[in-house]
Structure formats: structure tokens, C-alpha cells
């Protein structure tokens, strides 16, 4: 009987122990937040980011050279058209701000060149999310651009940079664009005419004919031909004849040739002392002017008026 009791004592003693020896510890009192993480830790502050509005894309434009036109070798048109697609979402003004040509690598300065204004356009604006083509026409004169006048060659290359400035009527500011275009075409010299020779011979009573021979040289890499020639001639600073003369002379590229206009001086109604000293003149001091029509084989300028005016001495032939 105490055996037994002693067996119960013990059995209920090993149960005690594995009770206490498999409990689960208590967990450690909570800190503050404060205590847990060190002063020297920040966390971060959370805020709203504000994203700022995507940037719509700047106009495309474009400069593209179209064609020429000349009304003397001297005074050239070029034009072009300006080219804009607006891909934003608000209709935009454009403004030329400045400009620049460059003929044959040479800068040109204000006065030699300038825009001109074409019909059709009181102002260069395009709608939002549209294109539109814009003319714009440049008047050269060639005979006061900077180097070129004595210069050799016998192409012009023209360079055309142009600053635009777009004006939004919704959204960003202004946004400007530079573009350029290049335009080459053969270049147009006038001929040259000479006196050569002044010959008089007195063919009737009142009647004198006068020849006077010049020569035509043509400084072009392309045939020329003179056309007409409207003529006025003075000796020693008397009127002595005018005339037109259908003539039509060929003259080879870089070429020249020999020629003449004959005259006939009616006296009339003049001094008979002039033509006195007229058939006595071994010199005379000359004046020939007037005007002649020159054509080409270049298309922007197939016909032109040539001015001249030539004076000097000269020994009269009988």
C-alpha cells in the first residue's frame, strides 16, 4: 500500500515538470516606438508626389526651295514654301524673326536681300492638330551682293536660314525653330559690246552713211544671241543717227564675234558745217547707247534687256 501511494506521488511530480518545462514564455512587454528605434533613424514622411503635365511636342517645319525668276541677270526672285504640322492641341502664330542668305559661302547683309509679301497670306497661322504650306518669296540683287561681283564662277549656291518663332494660343510659351533651304542655279552675265571701228562715207548729197563696227563677247558657259539692237550715235557730242536693227547674232558659249550697224545721217535739217566736219573728221569722240535683247537657253531667264552705253575715241575710215 505505501508502494503504491509512492508511485503516485512520483508519477504526479514528472508531470509537473514536463508541464512547466513546455510552456511557451511570455513575450516581453511592448515598447514605444519611440524606444525601439534609435534618435539617429528617420523614417520617411510619406507624401503625395505631384507629376508634372507632359510637354507637347514643338511644330515641325520645313524650308523647301520651289523655283526662280529673274527680270535681269542682276535682280533674282527665289522662292520658297515653309512647311508646318502642328501636332498640338492649340492653334499657333508664326512669326519670322530673322533670316539669313549666304550666297556662294558669302554672308549677305540687310539691303542686298530682302522678303518679300505674296498674295494669299495676311498672316502665317495653322490650326491646332493641322498643317499648312506658307509662300515665301526673296528678292536678290545680285549686283550689290558682297564679293560677288568680280568674283569667277559660274554657279550661285544660295544658302537660306530662317528663325521662326511659334506663338500657342493655349498652353507653353513661345518655341523657336531655325530651318534652312539650299538653292543652286547657273549664273546669267550680260555680254559685252565694243566699238571697234567707225567708218563714214558720204553716199548722196544730203544723205552720209555711217558703220560702226563692235565686237560682242559672251562671258557665259551657254550661247547667247542678240536679238534687236535700239541705237543712238553721237560724234563729238552732235546727234548723228538712231535707228533699230533686227539683227540676230549668235554668240558661242565664253565666245565673241564681230559685227556692225549701219547708219544713215540725214542733214537735212542740220548745219551744213556739221556735215562738213563730219566728212573732214579723222578722230571723233563717240557715244553709242541704247538697248539690246539678249536670249538665253536658261529657263528662269530666257530673254533680257541689255542697257549700254559706250563713249571713247575713235579713228574715222573713209
Known amino acids: 500500500m505505501l508502494v503504491a501511494k509512492w508511485f503516485v506521488f512520483l508519477g504526479a511530480m514528472v508531470w509537473v515538470s514536463a508541464s512547466m518545462a513546455c510552456r511557451t514564455p511570455d513575450p516581453p ?3 514605444p516606438l519611440s524606444e525601439k528605434i534609435p534618435a539617429s533613424i528617420q ?9 508634372a503635365p507632359l510637354r507637347e511636342a514643338d511644330p515641325q517645319i520645313q524650308l523647301v526651295f520651289e523655283h526662280l525668276e529673274a ?7 527665289l522662292y520658297f514654301v515653309l512647311q508646318v504640322d502642328n501636332s498640338r492641341s492649340s492653334p499657333a502664330s508664326l512669326e519670322i524673326s530673322q533670316y539669313q542668305l549666304t550666297m556662294n559661302g558669302l554672308p549677305q547683309h540687310e539691303g542686298v536681300v ?10 502665317l497661322a495653322v490650326g491646332a492638330l493641322s498643317s499648312a504650306r506658307f509662300p515665301l518669296g526673296l528678292l536678290v540683287d545680285v549686283s550689290t551682293c558682297l564679293g560677288l561681283e568680280e568674283a569667277v564662277f559660274d554657279t550661285y549656291q544660295a544658302r537660306f536660314e530662317v528663325d521662326i518663332v511659334c506663338t500657342f494660343v493655349l498652353g507653353e510659351g513661345p518655341s523657336t525653330t531655325q530651318v534652312s533651304a539650299e538653292a543652286v542655279f547657273p549664273r546669267i552675265r550680260a555680254p559685252k559690246l565694243t566699238v571697234t571701228t567707225i567708218a563714214v562715207n558720204q553716199g548722196e548729197l544730203i544723205n552720209t552713211r555711217v558703220k560702226v563696227g563692235f565686237r560682242i563677247d559672251n562671258p557665259n558657259t551657254f550661247p547667247v544671241e542678240l536679238a534687236s539692237l535700239a541705237y543712238e550715235f553721237y560724234g563729238d557730242e552732235y546727234f548723228w543717227a538712231a535707228g533699230m536693227d533686227p539683227m ?8 565673241s564675234i564681230q559685227t556692225q550697224v549701219l547708219m544713215v545721217m540725214n542733214f537735212i535739217d542740220m548745219n551744213r558745217k556739221l556735215l562738213e566736219d563730219v566728212l573732214a573728221a579723222k578722230r571723233v569722240y563717240y557715244r553709242f547707247t541704247g538697248e539690246a535683247a ?10 533680257f534687256s541689255l542697257d549700254f552705253n559706250l563713249a571713247g575715241n575713235s579713228v574715222v575710215m573713209k
Open 29 to 31: 512587454s511592448a515598447l
Open 43 to 51: 523614417l520617411p514622411t510619406p507624401q503625395t508626389e505631384h507629376l
Open 71 to 77: 527680270t535681269s541677270p542682276e535682280h533674282i526672285t
Open 114 to 123: 530682302r522678303i518679300i509679301d505674296l498674295p494669299g497670306e495676311d498672316h
Open 248 to 255: 540676230v547674232r549668235h554668240i558661242p558659249a565664253q565666245g
Open 294 to 303: 539678249v536670249l538665253t537657253t536658261i529657263a528662269y531667264l530666257p530673254r
